[in-house]
């Protein structure tokens, strides 16, 4: 039974560091540098983006001991066992949001539109008002 708790203690060591390596990956992504870029001067004025950053993630561990007779009629002895395993994953999703203006008649915020995403709002809601009056029009048939 030592041999198990020491591999069980080796796979928890194992499974901390490499969480704690993959929350460190991704605080590494949210950095106020991401957000905000590298200034651009053109002219007198100075462009800086601004960016809306998204970062996500998940994992899962476990793992057991066990140990018991064998079952009638098996071969196999009696025995102890153990096992452990995780996984995990993470993402980051980075999009320029606003541009800030420094120029000497003053500073201004200048919004990036996103048409692309206007656009797949703008259908979401017509197919979700169409599919609304598709119901109301069959429930007032009945």
């Given at each position: 039974m030592a041999n198990i708790a020491e591999n069980w203690s080796r796979i928890q060591t194992k499974n901390q560091e490499e969480t704690a390596?993959?929350?460190?990956?991704?605080?590494?992504?949210?950095?106020?540098?991401?957000?905000?870029?590298?200034?651009?001067?053109?002219?007198?004025?100075?462009?800086i983006t601004a960016s809306e950053v998204t970062v996500a993630m998940g994992m899962g561990?476990?793992?057991?001991?066990?140990?018991?007779?064998?079952?009638?009629?098996?071969?196999?002895?009696?025995?102890?066992?153990?096992?452990?395993?995780?996984?995990?994953?993470?993402?980051?999703?980075a999009r320029p949001v606003a541009a800030v203006v420094v120029s000497p008649q003053g500073v201004w915020v200048e919004p990036i539109v996103d048409v692309t995403k206007l656009g797949l709002a703008l259908f979401t809601m017509l197919v979700s008002m169409w599919m609304f009056w598709s119901r109301m029009r069959r429930a007032s048939r009945e």
């Open positions: 390596s993959l929350v460190q990956r991704l605080f590494d992504v949210a950095r106020p540098q991401a957000v905000y870029g590298e200034p651009i001067t053109v002219g007198e004025q100075v462009v561990f476990g793992g057991g001991l066990g140990s018991g007779a064998r079952a009638e009629g098996d071969e196999v002895p009696d025995g102890e066992g153990g096992g452990g395993g995780g996984g995990g994953g993470g993402t980051s999703f």
